[in-house]
């Protein structure tokens, strides 16, 4: 009775586990036998589509919200903005600057990485089934291919990785800018 009831309790922990995360990207799929997970030989015509450079418009409520996204920087405290991709609005968004070198290193310029948590605002929301999107500046890569091609490499060898795109976020202090964005 006992290993029942301890195989139910985490059978439970599994089930709600995998209810709370995040799916996969859809270029992995698992074998109908769901034994064996599979990378590449699907393309993703969503968000990761790879044949587009997707564009991000983002509109802060606050006029003043670059100087508070350089404040909240060291505590990872989002600011709400509206965010359009594809002509589809996500009212609320959390906007925050990231990363540790390509956020010091790169000083005043306005060359940032960004994490976008859609859900941060209002719970439930996503896009493309992704809650959170994060948008690399390409740090020390004047070419913007270094990762892009490393992440394309790695899935010829059948290995776990995320999944690159190019995307281009538009605020009216940024102005046009080539980011990487990846899973």
């Given at each position: 009775m006992?290993?029942?009831t301890l195989q139910i309790i985490v059978?439970?922990?599994c089930i709600h586990q995998a209810s709370m995360s995040q799916g996969l990207p859809k270029e992995m799929y698992l074998s109908p036998d769901l034994r064996t997970l599979y990378t590449g030989g699907k393309p993703d015509n969503g968000l990761y589509d790879q044949t587009q450079i997707k564009q991000v418009?983002?509109?802060?409520?606050q006029a003043n919200y670059w100087t508070l996204l350089i404040q909240n920087y060291a505590n990872k405290i989002e600011l709400a903005a509206?965010?359009?991709?594809?002509g589809v609005l996500y009212d609320s968004v959390g906007v925050r600057?990231?990363?540790?070198?390509?956020y010091s290193q790169?000083?005043?310029?306005?060359?940032?990485?960004?994490?976008?948590t859609t859900d941060n605002f209002k719970p439930g929301q996503d896009i493309d089934g992704y809650n959170i999107l994060?948008?690399?500046?390409?740090f020390d890569d004047p070419s913007f291919t270094r990762e892009y091609f490393y992440l394309n490499q790695i899935k010829s060898i059948y290995l776990l990785q995320s999944v690159p795109m190019y995307t281009c976020i538009l605020t009216d202090k940024t102005g046009a800018c080539i980011l990487?964005?990846?899973n």
């Amino acid at each position: 009775m006992l290993k029942k009831t301890l195989q139910i309790i985490v059978f439970a922990i599994c089930i709600h586990q995998a209810s709370m995360s995040q799916g996969l990207p859809k270029e992995m799929y698992l074998s109908p036998d769901l034994r064996t997970l599979y990378t590449g030989g699907k393309p993703d015509n969503g968000l990761y589509d790879q044949t587009q450079i997707k564009q991000v418009y983002l509109n802060f409520p606050q006029a003043n919200y670059w100087t508070l996204l350089i404040q909240n920087y060291a505590n990872k405290i989002e600011l709400a903005a509206g965010m359009t991709v594809d002509g589809v609005l996500y009212d609320s968004v959390g906007v925050r600057f990231k990363g540790q070198t390509s956020y010091s290193q790169t000083q005043n310029s306005q060359k940032k990485s960004f994490n976008i948590t859609t859900d941060n605002f209002k719970p439930g929301q996503d896009i493309d089934g992704y809650n959170i999107l994060n948008l690399n500046n390409c740090f020390d890569d004047p070419s913007f291919t270094r990762e892009y091609f490393y992440l394309n490499q790695i899935k010829s060898i059948y290995l776990l990785q995320s999944v690159p795109m190019y995307t281009c976020i538009l605020t009216d202090k940024t102005g046009a800018c080539i980011l990487m964005c990846s899973n």
